[in-house]
């Protein structure tokens, strides 16, 4: 099976069930840090965020002075997608720093964005999404990055609310289980076996959470269990997952962007709670 597809999308937005869903994010499933002096100090400042490398080929990572870096990578099950490039916008706080599209599949390579200014306190890793139909070398550059890149903390894989935990997403789970407990195995160029010092966690996000029905809490409960369900040995994958929505119907605020940004401080800089 190919895992790997092109993934950007805009955010879709009947809104049904933000009173029921918005606490949810705010307690197990999500936090809300909104006013988390951690989130502030590194988030705060959006204009200073910018792109600083693109990867399109096996063994060109860029060289960005060792920031810690956190990936993003969503499935797109026919023409139904994540809303990643939305999520990242929301995270980072800058609205039109990654083009989002109404058509899945936009994303071909790997974006890496700064947040903070020079030089930096991280690095947000835009991924191309996975999926029946993904390239061969879109895949092969992901899965060089997870083996050998050293700054890389935390791999986040996003799941539709609609469409939930799919046969795709749990084989993406063992794949990234496998290249994850690979970086302590591989060989060096030299033949002798090498020990990333950097353990790699997995972290599940539930998007598009405001478009789901009446049964909509239920439904977020059933996927947390189908991930822990799915979830492979060899690795840290964290949960429950978070629960997250961009853009909610009646201007209604967003939920779960501050959970996300928490977790990846939590994976880059160690920082948690409030």
Same mark, same amino acid.
């Given at each position: 099976?190919?895992?790997?597809?092109?993934?950007?999308?805009?955010?879709?937005?009947?809104?049904?069930?933000?009173?029921?869903?918005?606490?949810?994010?705010?307690?197990?499933?999500?936090?809300?840090?909104?006013?988390?002096?951690?989130?502030?100090? &590194? #988030?705060? !400042?959006?204009?200073?965020?910018?792109?600083?490398?693109?990867?399109?080929?096996?063994? $060109?990572? /860029?060289?960005?002075?060792?920031?810690?870096?956190?990936?993003?990578? /969503?499935? *797109?099950?026919?023409?139904?997608?994540?809303?990643?490039?939305?999520?990242?916008?929301?995270?980072?706080?800058?609205?039109?720093?990654?083009?989002?599209?109404?058509?899945?599949?936009?994303?071909?390579?790997?974006?890496? #964005?700064?947040?903070?200014?020079?030089?930096? *306190? %991280?690095?947000?890793?835009?991924?191309?999404?996975?999926?029946?139909?993904?390239?061969?070398?879109?895949?092969?550059?992901?899965?060089?990055?997870?083996?050998?890149?050293?700054?890389?903390?935390?791999? #986040?894989?996003?799941?539709?609310?609609?469409?939930?935990?799919?046969?795709?997403?749990? $084989?993406?789970?063992?794949?990234?289980?496998?290249?994850? =407990?690979?970086?302590?195995?591989?060989? !060096?160029?030299?033949?002798?076996?090498?020990?990333?010092?950097?353990?790699?966690?997995?972290?599940?996000?539930?998007?598009?959470? !405001?478009?789901?029905? &009446?049964?909509? *809490?239920?439904?977020?409960?059933?996927? $947390? =269990?189908?991930?822990?369900? &799915?979830?492979?040995?060899?690795?840290?994958?964290?949960?429950? /997952?978070?629960?997250?929505?961009?853009?909610?119907?009646?201007?209604?605020?967003?939920?779960?962007? !501050?959970?996300?940004?928490?977790?990846? %401080?939590?994976?880059?800089?160690?920082?948690?709670?409030?």
């Amino acid at each position: 099976m190919r895992l790997f597809s092109f993934s950007n999308s805009v955010i879709q937005s009947p809104g049904l069930l933000y009173s029921t869903l918005h606490p949810i994010s705010q307690r197990g499933l999500g936090r809300n840090y909104s006013k988390a002096p951690s989130i502030i100090k &590194a #988030f705060g !400042d959006a204009r200073e965020a910018s792109l600083v490398g693109v990867a399109s080929q096996v063994g $060109a990572l /860029p060289n960005l002075h060792g920031l810690p870096e956190v990936s993003f990578v /969503p499935h *797109r099950v026919r023409r139904a997608n994540a809303g990643k490039s939305t999520l990242l916008n929301a995270v980072i706080g800058r609205r039109n720093l990654l083009f989002t599209s109404k058509k899945a599949g936009r994303t071909q390579t790997l974006n890496f #964005f700064r947040v903070g200014g020079d030089p930096g *306190r %991280l690095v947000v890793v835009d991924s191309p999404g996975y999926g029946a139909r993904g390239r061969p070398e879109w895949g092969a550059v992901f899965d060089d990055y997870i083996r050998n890149r050293n700054e890389l903390r935390r791999v #986040f894989i996003l799941l539709n609310a609609k469409q939930g935990l799919t046969d795709v997403d749990a $084989a993406m789970l063992e794949q990234l289980g496998t290249s994850i =407990a690979s970086r302590s195995t591989d060989s !060096d160029s030299y033949g002798s076996a090498k020990r990333s010092s950097t353990p790699v966690s997995i972290q599940p996000i539930i998007t598009k959470c !405001d478009s789901l029905g &009446a049964n909509g *809490r239920a439904r977020v409960e059933a996927i $947390a =269990a189908d991930v822990r369900e &799915a979830a492979p040995p060899e690795c840290l994958v964290i949960s429950p /997952p978070i629960v997250t929505a961009c853009q909610t119907e009646r201007g209604l605020p967003p939920f779960g962007i !501050d959970a996300v940004r928490q977790s990846i %401080l939590e994976a880059c800089m160690g920082i948690s709670g409030r």
